[in-house]
């Protein structure tokens, strides 16, 4: 790994800051400095430079007792606009944030998940970024950046989506496809390493310093946190744990490998599943994904047997994979995120929180908690704003481009 620099530190520091007023609220150089661990010298030569830039403003001066005045300080909403886009094979979901980010307006358009060329594709995200920001009542000009995730293996570095399984997508150069048709600053990357940064800024890692936060969908993944800092990987594709083996030799996965965890518990895994026990059901008639789990979330709750087979059998294989990353990795929280989540959360996590102690080696059981995300809206599309905020303060000068880390860097646990 290259020894990081002085200049890589201080752009550590800025994001540091940054994060904290995030989790704080308005709040003094001195409870920054406390925060964060940074000296108090350095949080007020930082809180300086981002004052010079529009970041921050003076929130209140209020009186002390004795000495000077001090200062709250926040950060500023309208020193522009922000656009996280979560873009899945069934779906592009665009939310402009401000800069607190705080969602101004949002938009959904639907993919025909039979349709996977790239000017189908890049015209969905197109029409969902205009659709948001209209019902922002912002205007284009007043974007700064739109941070994009892709479905599969993502290059930040390079803006490319290397492989998309689902779409049989090769070294496509998306970024530099939608900075043309954008006209704006374009950061894409991975929904795994999204939902990661966004329960670490919003959710759990507030107080947690490890989790995997897993991604249920059309794919399924996990996005790591180790001891706050995101695990990337060398190529950026670590948290396919989708990918990993679940059945020797068993069904075939869009990766064309068999037995993989997202052939179980992806969507077609699912279908594929409610195939065994009942194939003649009617919520297989169902032509597109999210119509077929929003059928099986429907019919739980009218007390279909067949369905609650599936919803057994699903929650014995999401606890058996789970078992193996928390005995690899030894991490005490496991957050479910994702729209199949959102639709058999309530039927999927109590079981998987029953039957996953016993896939895990003892040493690893202390404070083991398995729970639905709580960031509000979409956290995949709240990620990506969060780094594309990151990339737009590396051009203000407060950092070069060239010198940024990725996105989503470690940051100190609080003192």
């Not at 390493?193 to 993944?221: C, D, Y």
């Not at 077609?268 to 929003?294: M, N, S």
């Not at 809206?377 to 780094?387: D, E, I, K, Q, R």
Request: aromatic share 6%.
């Amino acid at each position: 790994m290259p020894r990081q620099t002085s200049r890589d530190l201080r752009n550590e520091s800025r994001f540091e800051v940054l994060h904290a007023l995030f989790t704080l609220g308005p709040s003094t150089r001195q409870e920054i400095a406390r925060h964060t661990g940074l000296s108090t010298a350095t949080v007020a030569t930082l809180v300086t430079q981002f004052l010079a830039e529009g970041v921050l403003r003076i929130a209140t001066v209020e009186q002390n007792t004795v000495g000077r005045p001090y200062e709250r300080l926040t950060i500023d909403p309208d020193r522009g606009r922000i656009l996280g886009i979560d873009v899945a094979e069934t779906y592009v979901d665009a939310t402009v944030y401000d800069v607190r980010l705080e969602p101004l307006g949002q938009s959904q358009v639907a993919l025909d998940e039979h349709q996977n060329g790239e000017a189908y594709v890049v015209d969905g995200i197109v029409r969902a970024i205009d659709a948001a920001v209209s019902a922002s009542g912002t205007t284009r000009d007043r974007i700064i950046g739109a941070g994009v995730s892709m479905p599969g293996q993502v290059r930040p570095d390079a803006g490319v989506s290397v492989f998309a399984p689902n779409w049989d997508w090769h070294d496509v150069r998306i970024e530099a496809l939608l900075e043309e048709r954008l006209g704006l600053p374009v950061y894409v990357d991975n929904p795994l390493k999204a939902v990661a940064l966004s329960e670490l800024w919003f959710g759990v890692g507030r107080t947690a310093k490890s989790m995997a936060v897993i991604n249920l969908g059309t794919g399924v993944g996990a996005g790591i946190v180790i001891n706050r800092s995101l695990l990337r990987g060398e190529a950026n594709n670590a948290g396919e744990w989708g990918h990993t083996l679940l059945q020797l030799d068993g069904r075939p996965c869009r990766c064309g490998r068999l037995g993989c965890v997202e052939a179980y518990l992806g969507v077609e895994g699912l279908q594929a599943t409610l195939t065994e026990i009942a194939p003649d059901h009617p919520a297989l008639q169902e032509p597109q994904q999210r119509g077929f789990v929003d059928a099986v979330a429907d019919g739980l709750t009218r007390d279909d047997t067949a369905l609650a087979e599936l919803a057994r059998r699903t929650a014995h294989y999401l606890a058996a994979s789970l078992g193996d990353l928390v005995n690899l990795l030894n991490i005490p929280q496991i957050t479910l995120t994702g729209w199949t989540t959102e639709a058999l959360g309530d039927w999927l996590i109590p079981a998987v929180r029953s039957e996953l102690p016993d896939h895990v080696l003892p040493g690893s059981r202390l404070n083991l908690s398995v729970e639905a995300s709580g960031v509000p809206g979409n956290p995949v599309a709240l990620g990506m704003a969060a780094f594309s905020l990151e990339r737009f303060l590396g051009t203000l000068g407060l950092a070069s481009r060239t010198s940024l880390p990725a996105p989503g860097r470690r940051l100190r646990s609080p003192a």
